[in-house]
């Protein structure tokens, strides 16, 4: 391979650009994770998570990638049998919906065109239908990394409530955690799934599960097999800062510098930084006469943004050529949306140059690759970046 010199644009919707901070924290010598010094390192991440999934309930943090953490909120609550509703809002929730019929539960799979979210009202419909509660969870894909849709779980807990409906309610918040704003308390989830490698800005190899006591308790009663994912003894080696079994040590490392990095930064700041971005590349794409995915404004994914290729024009040839000539990658379609969209990811470690200067990849993309589009989606991203400098509203952390 030639050396390219530069640093590489990682712009996939992740795993993301990880910070000097924090591989400069995972080079760390491995410690004896069973040693005297382990226990804080233990205890500031357990606490520090909880801040970020805004909740007062356990984390569980698995040496897994997200799919192990999909499998974990489900093994811990459910029973061979089981009725789930889950929603086909992309690739991702077709994915768990997958693991969830191999696992043994019987899931109902409400369609959508892969352009929104979750629909409240049809989840409200469908709960109250279920006189005899016969449905034991909802699985909603927080924000769905194939489309660019964000589903908003308020409105989605308020149809649970409206329904008077004893559902669990599970959250995939993979590319949504530490980039857009989550509640897993306010919002009464009971299970949130995340990842490392996304907002959290590390590489891949960790993953979450918020767990609320009635997931708890419901665990008890649970009796999918389990073993390597089971809460319980996870929960009870916690409470000492240390792990039934061995943790990926230098990733905790990672993750204590960038809990303190979203801290000293302010949740509300970051969350800010995403929704300022994505509406910066969505004014770019609108200039450039291309459509973005995501058809609900109100949902509109502030962690990255599915591009639409005219038809007759491969969105991975787009991909292709942005790579080999501006080595920067960007996020293919998947399933349904193969070589029809394009994926940027505007998430984690990011600023407003880092964007400028991936939509000038994009928009000198577009150009090589001829797909018809219009020039000025930098300037117009641009004048917006500017405008927002003009009145920063940022907050003290
Ligand atoms: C929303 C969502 N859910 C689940 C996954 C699967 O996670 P992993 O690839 O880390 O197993 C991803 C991966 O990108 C995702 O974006």
Redesign the pocket.
């Known amino acids: 391979m030639t050396y390219r010199s530069g640093r590489h644009f990682l712009q996939i919707?992740?795993p993301t650009n990880v910070p000097d901070r924090v591989l400069r924290a995972i080079d760390l010598p491995t410690m004896d994770h069973r040693g005297p010094d382990f226990a804080a390192l233990g205890h500031e991440v357990l606490d520090g998570l909880r801040t970020v999934f805004k909740t007062a309930q356990p984390v569980v943090i698995y040496p897994a990638?997200?799919?192990?953490a999909?499998e974990a909120a489900l093994v811990n609550t459910l029973s061979p049998g089981d009725r789930v509703l889950m929603f086909e809002t992309g690739h991702?929730a077709t994915?768990?919906n997958k693991m969830a019929t191999k696992l043994g539960l019987v899931t109902e799979f409400i369609p959508t065109d892969w352009r929104r979210g979750a629909d409240a009202a049809v989840l409200e419909a469908k709960l109250r239908e279920d006189k005899g509660h016969t449905i034991k969870a909802v699985c909603v894909?927080h924000?769905?990394?194939?489309t660019g849709a964000t589903s908003r779980i308020g409105l989605v807990r308020k149809a649970i409530d409206a329904a008077s409906h004893p559902a669990l309610l599970l959250v995939?918040t993979?590319?949504s955690l530490a980039s857009i704003d989550y509640r897993h308390d306010e919002w009464g989830v009971d299970v949130t799934?995340a990842?490392s490698?996304?907002g959290l800005m590390l590489p891949?190899g960790l993953?979450f599960n918020a767990v609320s006591e009635k997931a708890r308790k419901a665990s008890a009663a649970a009796k999918l097999p389990r073993s390597y994912w089971g809460w319980d003894e996870m929960l009870a080696a916690n409470k000492t800062g240390y792990f039934p079994y061995t943790p990926a040590t230098n990733l905790l490392y990672g993750l204590r510098e960038a809990l303190r990095m979203l801290q000293e930064e302010g949740l509300d700041n970051v969350f800010a930084r995403h929704d300022r971005h994505a509406e910066a590349t969505r004014r770019a794409v609108r200039a450039w006469g291309l459509e973005v995915l995501c058809a609900v404004p109100e949902e509109y994914s502030s962690s990255l943004t599915a591009v639409m290729t005219p038809p007759g024009h491969d969105a991975d040839h787009v991909r292709k050529v942005t790579l080999e000539a501006f080595d920067m990658s960007l996020g293919t379609g998947l399933g349904k949306v193969a070589g029809k969209v394009f994926r940027i990811g505007h998430l984690g470690d990011f600023n407003d140059l880092t964007l400028a200067g991936t939509l000038a990849g994009v928009e000198m993309g577009l150009g090589l690759a001829g797909v018809p589009h219009k020039k000025g989606g930098v300037q117009a991203a641009m004048d917006y970046l500017a405008e927002c400098a003009r009145k920063p509203a940022r907050k003290a952390a």
């Open positions: 919707p992740g990638s997200g799919t192990g999909w991702f994915l768990w894909v924000n769905e990394t194939s995939d993979i590319s799934v990842g490698q996304k891949p993953s």
